[in-house]
């Protein structure tokens, strides 16, 4: 079977997709508490005759596709949870979970996901090689699926990995790509500052700790601009800041807590001794004391070469080169760099924004929504990967102006 016959059999099946993201879209699950989302992901690959494993790693499902002929095999990724955002957007699948959203586009990937498993398995006996369908819970939350995907074995065997982001920020129709690190490793610290409380009025008979976690706070400025190499780039974020009840009363107490990010492993290192340092010093000075812990998140997403160049070949010839973009690195962080961290693979960044349906908001945002027809987009680039993989089969654009969307 040609591959555009492929991507004609997944546009016939494109309104169950939107009607499945619809219903994922409705009813939300956060991360580590995924029961019925999995269970429908389940439910699906099962109809199809795939071999289904679930409770993967904890809430994960995998669906396994044997071809017909012996060959290679090729994993495809895409994960289910959703944020704690209440859903603010005026459409008729709003979210109907209090407090609960999809509002980064992890029901477009499930979605196209399962209709690649459709298409694909409809052709099995002619696929050369298999295709392991891997659906991840909790990306949102350290320590991620991932991590406890892998450890539960649904790598092996494997050769490639492939997974895709829709992007509200790009436009519908386009892609965007990268070589080697393009996304960041993730950590977070939180540092509890003790002292000596008492009468605002005396303030020499106290240690302020709020005072204390004031200079940590500037403190920490310095480690980006002062103990950086410039040319590696690096954040340091300080997101809470809490101390006190009372406006005469100094407190005990004041706790601080933030987020690292960074690419190099020697810079994640440098920032974490640094930020410990910074934190003895500062309170050893003030006559205070302190409690700090460092937990080291995801690491930095690091795309393969060879593999980058396979992505690109395929999006050019599906979409055409001038909808096809290398993206700058960006400071978001993805579990999708443990799976990287183990096999080739390549993370990409499908469009999803347009204007004409407002879907215009970021991620995360509680009035986040994209065009649906990205899941095509994802879904074509997905099977275009798989067949190019296994069979070396190149991708041809179906229409003459490169896009392939559901009209």
Not at 63 to 82: E, N, Q, S
Not at 242 to 248: I, K
Not at 371 to 393: A, H, K, M, P, T
Request: proline share 5%; with cysteine; net charge negative.
């Amino acid at each position: 079977m040609k591959i555009e016959q492929l991507f004609k059999r997944l546009d016939e099946v494109y309104p169950e997709l939107v009607e499945l993201r619809r219903d994922l879209h409705m009813y939300p699950e956060l991360s580590f508490q995924e029961i019925n989302t999995p269970r429908k992901i389940a439910d699906y690959l099962n109809e199809l005759g795939l071999e289904v494993k679930t409770e993967v790693g904890g809430r994960g499902v995998v669906g396994i596709l044997t071809g017909g002929k012996p060959g290679k095999t090729v994993a495809l990724r895409a994960d289910f949870d959703a944020l704690p955002i209440q859903d603010e957007k005026s459409v008729e699948y709003k979210s109907r979970v209090p407090g609960v959203m999809h509002a980064c586009g992890h029901d477009i990937h499930t979605a196209a996901l399962l209709g690649v498993a459709r298409v694909l398995s409809e052709v099995r006996e002619m696929i050369e090689g298999n295709i392991v369908f891997i659906h991840q819970f909790a990306e949102e939350k350290v320590p991620g699926g991932a991590k406890l995907m892998i450890e539960d074995g649904c790598l092996e065997g494997v050769d490639v990995i492939y997974g895709a982001h829709v992007w509200s920020t790009e436009p519908i129709g386009t892609v965007g790509i990268g070589e080697g690190p393009m996304m960041a490793a993730l950590d977070s610290f939180e540092i509890v500052v003790n002292g000596k409380g008492g009468h605002g009025a005396t303030p020499h008979l106290t240690v302020d700790s709020l005072v204390v976690g004031s200079q940590l706070v500037l403190n920490l400025q310095q480690i980006v601009s002062r103990r950086v190499d410039p040319l590696k780039p690096a954040v340091v974020t300080v997101g809470t800041f809490t101390s006190g009840e009372a406006f005469n009363i100094i407190p005990d107490t004041a706790k601080i807590t933030g987020t690292v990010r960074s690419f190099d492993e020697s810079v994640r290192a440098l920032i974490e001794e640094s930020i410990e340092q910074i934190v003895d010093s500062t309170c050893a000075g003030a006559g205070a004391s302190a409690k700090f812990n460092y937990t080291r998140g995801y690491p930095a997403v690091c795309n393969n070469p060879e593999e980058t160049k396979r992505v690109e070949n395929a999006a050019e010839n599906l979409f055409g080169k001038n909808n096809v973009k290398e993206l700058a690195p960006i400071m978001a962080g993805e579990d999708f760099s443990y799976y990287l961290q183990k096999i080739p693979g390549n993370f990409f960044f499908v469009g999803g924004g347009n204007p004409e349906i407002q879907a215009i908001y970021p991620h995360h945002h509680p009035k986040f929504n994209v065009d649906e027809r990205s899941i095509l987009l994802i879904g074509q680039l997905f099977i275009s990967l798989v067949c190019n993989y296994l069979s070396q089969e190149k991708a041809k654009p179906i229409r003459e102006e490169g896009i392939y969307l559901n009209s």
